[in-house]
């Protein structure tokens, strides 16, 4: 046994089970002693104390030592400690309550996991620590001072989402954290870059508040606008003028394609007791009774009675006893629902569920509530007479724009799995002359990007002008605006890819924290972990 748990600078005794827990006396080798002030060796023992400590666990056995650790005087005249504490062997800290290899093990299983999931863990394999223990473990850990660097990355990332947000340094030649800096406007990134004068080579994405720290702080490194953003940035723009012109696109599609258009009357109460008027009447009768429930209640009538003669709820009544003035009725948020309404009228058709059809519309990119898509379609008479809309005459089934322009980057189209899609997009960009010229953009911004003939850029961006849409246009002004950078991002080979996969682990760190985990804690793990 004694070989088996073997501390160095410590010898063992008899070990002991009680109650299935393994005990083991110990005490230190060493006869005299080293003054950790004076450097003076002692033998005169003062006093000794036993400190308990825990040990890595055997089979499913706790193990703790009982090691006994002596004071020595310090003979030393001249040395302030009259009296010190032993501090036998490397795997004994003082303080702690447990051995240094103990301590690791936990540690390294906490950066990995969530406190209390870890100490959940930590209980399996018999070493048990509370949450807060847990906790209080992974704040002891020091970060370790940063490494050179030569070629950074940057990216921004949310540490609450629309509220604060951070910034994440990788080391681009090992792809590993360096750290994370509180806000992404370019502050606390100046101050770290000052620090690191030894950085050559900077990729970013084109945020300028990261653009201007660069500049100013390191003046001659090369910065690299991230093919990865570019790609995605232009890929974002394009999706604005798609969704833009959506409908556009469909009347393209099918010029008898019948118009669904939303009633104008939508009503607004589901109670379907009372008979349906006409909105205008409604909310006059809806006044004159507010008015004539204040006056009974004034001239001293209960809450029954009034109730009773109006023929309404005796909730109604309380609820208008306690306000002056009639309250607006909460009214569901208008979206627009044009560009699903062709999913919507399908939906109806096939006699789907409002869930299913809601399923459909959020893939689509539909971003309302279900409950308002319901309220708005439930009497439609998309729904009440489906008849009227045979989807035979909806030939548009058209796909989303979202999808539209994913498949805009596919170079074959014969690579679009579903065959429904495929055939839309070929008509799609038969009918539309201007889609397919986007296409061709976006074909050879991968192009270039991919490859390293700065040359053809500028001829991209005449063309991409050239289509005529402000959208494009502006994209290519912001192009224009970082245009060294993103000539680099042609030229060299580095690409942020590592830092977004750095953002998607930081991402995947917080959220095992559920999302509350403090930011020196979430620095802690994302710069330690080894496999988060
Ligand atoms: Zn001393």
Known sequence: MATLISLPG????????????ITIPARSKQRSVLCPCCNNLSKRIHSSYVRVLRDLSISTSCVSIHLTVRKFFCRNPECEKKIFTEQPGNEVKAYSRMTNRTRETLQNILLEVSARKGSYIANLISLPISPSTALRMIDALPIPPAEKVTVLGIDDWAYRKGLTYGTLLVNMETGKVIDLLIGRDGVSLKEWLAKHPEIKIVTRDRASAFSCAVSSTLPKAIQVADRFHLLQNFSDCVYSVIRIEYRNLANSMNENSIQVELPNDIPQEGTGKEPQKAKGERNEYIKLRFVKVKQMLKDGAGLKTVAKSLQISRNAVRRYSKVDVLPIKSIYHKYDYNEYLD??????????????????????????????????FKDHP????????????????????????????????????????????????????????????????KELLLGNDVLLLNDWMERTINIGISQLKSFVTGVKGDLEAVKNAIDTDWSNGQVEGQVNRLKSIKRQMYGRAGFELLRKKVILSKVG
């Open 382 to 445: 998309m729904r009440t007479k489906p008849a009227e809309y045979n989807p035979i005459n909806i030939k548009l089934r058209l796909i989303s724009p979202r999808k539209i322009s994913k498949y805009l980057a596919f170079d074959d189209l014969s690579k679009i799995k579903d065959e429904t899609d495929r055939e839309i997009m070929e008509k799609l960009l038969n009918k539309s002359n201007t889609l397919e010229k986007i296409r061709q953009q976006v074909l050879t911004f």
């Open 343 to 376: 999913i919507i009228a399908m939906g109806f058709s096939e006699g789907i569920s409002f869930v299913k059809i809601y399923a459909r519309m959020k893939d689509a990119g539909f971003k309302g509530s279900k409950s308002a898509f319901y309220c708005q």
């Open 10 to 21: 410590i010898s063992l005794g008899e070990a002991r089970i009680v109650d299935g827990n």
